[in-house]
């Protein structure tokens, strides 16, 4: 398989009034051709700026202090903001979460799609409208000719969302990124979403990268998934490894606090206690040693090792160094 | 099996919002929010409420306690039937009633101190003096896990788990019976939702308390409640025991909202056939004549067009609205 | 890396610091000041405005002229060593008389403001909570009063009521609370659907008890900015008013009447006109700088 896209070490800062908050720690994501991908994480863990990293879409305040991000053979993080733009929408499609305000209010759903295409092709008027109907078409959105003259607040959340995915794909990019798409969605419509977005990758053979905190969605649609926490990758590997044989006590953890419903008998939640860390001071070892169940002296005071687990499955664990205590993944308590 | 007395019972409940405003229109429009509702709440138990967006959960529970005026239908508390009480005579009830809402940044004064937000109920009700008060809002702190000692904070300080106890801390101050839950756990983080739930149902067996909780996370609905309800467009459609319910959805509704829940499992979720709902969920503005649901629904018999059906016993508490059986 | 054994031994959880408190306490009062600390326009401005109000209330106690005494053998003086502002026809010392007026036309302006802050909270306040007939009528009151243009009707009132300061502050009250109350209606309105409004219902608040400690004090910021800028607001029409001669009867002065009272000599003393005038525009200057920089401040949007 081809690789796509290879984000190494990437660590983004943010300049605030109060110091500088480290939010992406040292990121190192793969993507091959053709696959989904996930990135699960919960709030303050770096998922989204990663991807904003990624597009160079950062705040004034934003700064990527060191890495690489290489897609097809170029440095994104080197790039002019003249060449990024030649790249967004373009090469790289991006969706956002709420599609009520992704969407200016003021110009047709037809106008809005077609300016992807109008900025990065040469194509006649009557050429853009048929590709902005194809394409209304292939996302489900039934009498385009007609809707294609509509505005944003004449189309349901579900059906903005589709638009949104139009927007991003009419240029056929070679790499979706989906922020959290379907998390304002109700879960009728999230399913249809899905579906769709599952339907477009092997008709258009794209990459998708999605990141959500809801592992639901990553189960049903990734063939891969990144967990992240603190600002860095603490797991990766592929869907079944990590929900079978999570290696991370993270992953443990959330996996553990979520209920699954085709269970029949109850089963106390186990939470995983405490708040994320403050990346204003962010830890000097592992960012979830505080958090975790079996934290020892190392964690506290070194910043994990990425291990090999088995092919294509990595955790940055101190659990995997051979001095480590076995541990019991079902205690509760430690296993001196 | 010791028979649990009911606590709530609402009968044909309906609360309707007229958009036609102004003194010149002509013809009244309604959005029917609530629409003929009936159910039963034991105490202890849980009942949860499930449906997409305008299907009336929030307004139900909304109107429940009478934060809304019932625009028809009975509200049968502990036996007495509160719906058409005037505000001034709802005050014993406020005590019994309370509410858990669902943004844990909006549902707090944010110039308030914890401790007087928490303290307000009491203060209200006037059932302590000063010092009694503090020692009961401590003794709450204390209750939801967090530090007494930060009674005098304010709520900027704190995450949105630790602002959503507060919310549940002011909700106990007065020693309520029944609690509404209104989404209260859609705005926090996975990891979190699980210390907030825990926490619920630990309050639960502590404290006698009988909970409405509406989400629309139906794997956690499914975790804390004893029985569910199903709502579409303001109609309840199906209401049944929770594992029964997931076991064996009737309505065609309940069974493409129960396969569209996307699983935490890959090997599942290759398995599961999702049952698709084609179209978008329409507008609760003056629906149309007949089952709310027809317009999306594969067995839609001339039938569903003529008449709305009611809820139908089917056994073991089971019900469900549906021409079907 | 080689690390020692002893490296990897297991770190007993302490509970303690689960549930501590995740950001350090800056009061709503601190961010605010914090923020506006940093427009240095504003704190000019802040800066000057302190300043004139202590020379207003110490200044004529420690100058050795009152601002009576007339001296005819000094009269129409410019600015020296003894006069620094000069003296008027009366040989009055214009300083001490600039003093005096910034005396009257900032009590003018703080009580006119003040007053009328609290009358339109209290009207916006109810108008924007019960909504519906209620707020339908009371608005349309408002609406008819501000209609009229505000110049015209404190005229209107002057000539009714009279002259003299007392006349002037309920005057200028009556124009300016409509501005306030259609402020708070409007921020009261958006606020009210919010959830701890719904969650003050649900405990049992009374409508009162709502609007005094739920709504109002959310509503701090653009009460507080209203008021700094309906002082100069206050402070002009006052002194227009007693340019026109409808204001503050001798031997009181306020800027407006010292203004009024240089016109007829102004082309050969300039000075007399310049002084009073400068005092009304910088001080007007001050307060919209140090307005504009707290509406910054306390604007949420801005804040993180």
């Known amino acids: ?336 | 099996m010791e028979e649990k007395d009911t606590l709530i019972e609402v009968k044909n409940l309906s609360k309707f919002f007229d958009v036609n405003k102004g003194m010149f229109a002509k013809k009244k429009s309604y959005v029917k929010a609530v629409d003929d509702v009936s159910f039963i709440i034991k105490k202890g138990e849980t009942l949860g409420i499930v449906g997409e967006s305008g299907c009336g959960k929030t307004t139900m529970g909304r109107t429940l306690l009478k934060l809304y005026e019932p625009t028809a239908g009975e509200i049968i508390y502990n036996g007495k039937d509160i719906a058409n009480l005037k505000n001034n005579d709802m005050l014993p009830y406020r005590r019994k009633m309370q509410m858990i809402f669902q943004d844990p940044y909006a549902s707090l004064n944010s110039r308030m101190s914890i401790g007087d937000i928490i303290a307000e109920p009491i203060e209200i009700h006037k059932l302590m003096n000063k010092i009694e008060r503090l020692e009961r809002v401590r003794y709450l702190l204390n209750k939801v896990g967090l530090n007494p000692e930060d009674v005098r904070r304010y709520p900027h300080e704190f995450s949105g788990g630790q602002r959503q106890r507060i919310g549940i801390a002011r909700a106990l101050a007065v020693q309520p019976e029944f609690i509404v839950c209104d989404e209260p756990i859609s705005a926090l983080d996975v990891s979190i939702q699980a210390q907030v739930v825990n926490m619920l149902e630990d309050l639960q067996d502590d404290l006698g308390l009988t909970y409405l909780f509406i989400a629309h996370d139906l794997s956690m609905v499914k975790h804390i409640s004893n029985k569910i309800g199903v709502m579409y467009l303001g109609k309840l459609v199906e209401i049944a025991e929770s594992n029964e319910l997931y076991k064996n959805p009737l309505h065609p509704y309940t069974k493409a909202l129960l396969s569209a829940i996307p699983v935490p499992d890959p090997d599942m979720a290759l398995q599961n056939k999702r049952i698709m709902l084609e179209g978008e969920i329409p507008s609760p503005i003056d629906p149309p004549e007949g089952c709310r649901f027809r317009g999306r629904c594969k067995y839609a018999m001339p039938k569903c067009a003529e008449a709305q059906p009611e809820l139908k016993d089917m056994g073991g508490e089971h019900k469900v609205a549906c021409f079907l059986y | 890396m080689q690390y020692s054994k002893d490296m990897f031994e297991f770190i007993p959880k302490e509970e303690k610091n689960y549930n501590r408190v995740v950001r350090p306490s800056l009061t709503y009062g601190q961010d605010v000041w914090r923020m506006l600390r940093k427009n240095k326009l504003a704190m000019g401005g802040l800066v000057f405005l302190i300043i004139i109000v202590l020379a207003a209330i110490f200044g004529p106690m420690l100058s050795k002229y009152s601002y009576t005494a007339q001296n005819l053998d000094f009269a129409d003086i410019g600015p020296s060593a003894q006069h620094w502002f000069g003296t008027d026809k009366f040989g009055r010392d214009l300083f001490v008389r600039v003093l005096e007026g910034a005396r009257i036309s900032l009590t003018i302006g703080f009580v006119a403001s003040a007053l009328s802050v609290f009358i339109g909270i209290l009207y916006g306040g109810i108008s924007g909570y019960f909504g519906g007939t209620v707020d339908n009528i009371m608005m349309r009151i408002v609406e008819a009063i501000y209609a009229i243009p505000m110049t015209i009707y404190v005229i209107l009132i002057m000539v009714v009521l009279r002259g003299g300061l007392n006349s002037i502050i309920i005057a200028l009250t009556i124009s300016f609370w409509v501005t306030m109350a259609r402020i708070v209606r409007g921020q009261i309105m958006s606020l009210k659907e919010q959830e701890f409004v719904l969650a003050a219902k649900t405990i049992g608040a009374s409508p009162l008890r709502i609007i005094l400690k739920h709504l109002i004090p959310n509503c701090l910021g653009p009460i507080i900015v209203t008021l700094t800028l309906s002082v100069p607001d206050a402070i002009f029409q006052e002194a227009f008013l007693s340019f026109i001669g409808l204001g503050i009867a001798p031997p009181l002065a306020s800027w407006g009447s010292l203004a009024s009272d240089a016109l007829g000599g102004y082309q050969l003393y300039p000075y007399q006109l310049v002084f009073p005038a400068l005092a009304i525009s910088l001080t007007m200057l001050a307060f919209n700088l140090l307005g504009d920089g707290l509406t910054y401040a306390l604007d949420p949007k801005t804040r993180r």
């Open chain 1, 1 to 336: 398989m081809e690789k796509l896209l290879q984000i190494n070490n990437i660590h983004t800062s943010f300049q605030t009034h109060a110091g500088e908050v480290q939010a992406v720690r040292g990121v190192s994501i793969d993507l091959y051709k053709g696959e989904a991908v996930g990135i699960v994480g919960e709030s303050g863990s770096g998922k989204s700026i990663t991807m904003m990293t990624l597009m160079r879409l950062l705040d004034n305040n934003g700064e990527i202090k060191e890495g690489e991000i290489l897609f097809e053979g170029k440095d994104l993080v080197k790039l002019s903001e003249k060449e990024m733009e030649g790249i967004r929408g373009n090469d790289i499609g991006m969706i956002f979460q709420d599609p009520m305000t992704s969407l200016n209010p003021v110009l047709t759903i037809g106008d809005q799609i077609s300016e992807p295409l109008i900025k990065h092709g040469k194509m006649s008027r009557s050429e853009v409208r048929k590709k902005v109907i194809d394409m209304l078409e292939l996302v489900g959105i039934s009498s385009p000719e007609k809707r294609m003259k509509q505005y944003p607040h004449e189309f349901s959340g579900g059906m903005r969302q589709r638009v949104m995915i139009a927007m991003a794909l009419i240029c056929q990019p070679k790499l979706l990124i989906a922020d959290e798409p379907t998390t304002a969605l109700d879960v009728t419509i999230q399913a249809q979403i899905l579906e769709l977005m599952k339907d477009l990758k092997e008709k258009l053979n794209m990459s998708i990268i999605i990141i959500t905190h809801d592992l639901g969605v990553v189960a049903n649609l990734c063939t891969r998934i990144n967990v992240m926490y603190g600002g860095i990758v603490v797991e990766s590997g592929k869907a079944r490894e990590i929900f079978y044989n999570a290696n991370h006590p993270y992953t443990w953890g959330l996996l553990r606090s979520i209920p699954n419903p085709k269970l029949d008998t109850k089963e106390r939640l186990i939470p995983i206690q405490g708040t994320p860390p403050d990346l204003l001071k962010p830890p000097v070892g592992c960012p979830f040693a505080e958090r975790c169940d079996w934290a020892m002296k190392i964690c506290f005071d070194n910043m994990p090792e990425n291990y090999n687990i088995s092919e294509d499955h990595y955790s940055a664990c101190w659990l995997n160094h051979p001095d480590a205590p076995k541990v019991n993944r079902n205690d509760d308590g430690r296993d001196n």
